[in-house]
């Protein structure tokens, strides 16, 4: 499976963004990840296979929407309340396994990234 995340850009504090992971096929749980410049990626939203389950990490609880569209084989992030702190590059990732999945190994195919800037 081929992952194309898109979607990104510079907006303002306090602004919204919508995010789109576009599949080349057929995927299972699927998850969005960020990476800050220094830091490590962390997985940030999971959603299980049929988009029933989400997990959100403490950080975007509340200000973040991970959904999918299992037809279009498309699964979006709506961020909204964008902080300067949410500034990293994005990457969506997906799993072989339908039940979410919390754990940074279990995902096998990732996309390429996109950067979100959020100026103050």
């Known amino acids: 499976v081929q992952l194309q995340a898109f979607g990104g850009g510079l907006v303002q504090a306090g602004g919204s963004l919508r995010l789109s992971c576009a599949a080349s096929g057929r995927t299972l749980a699927m998850g969005w990840f960020r990476q800050a410049p220094g830091k490590e990626r962390d997985l940030l939203v999971a959603?299980?296979?049929?988009?029933?389950?989400?997990y959100y990490q403490d950080s975007v609880r509340g200000r973040f929407t991970v959904s999918r569209d299992n037809a279009k084989n498309t699964m979006y992030l709506q961020m909204n309340s964008l902080k300067p702190e949410d500034t990293a590059v994005y990457y969506c990732?997906?799993?072989?396994?339908?039940?979410?999945?919390?754990?940074?190994?279990?995902?096998?195919?990732w996309g390429q990234g996109t950067q979100v800037t959020v100026s103050s």
């Open positions: 959603i299980n296979w049929s988009g029933s389950t989400a």
């Open positions: 990732a997906a799993t072989s396994r339908s039940a979410i999945a919390t754990m940074t190994p279990f995902y096998d195919f």
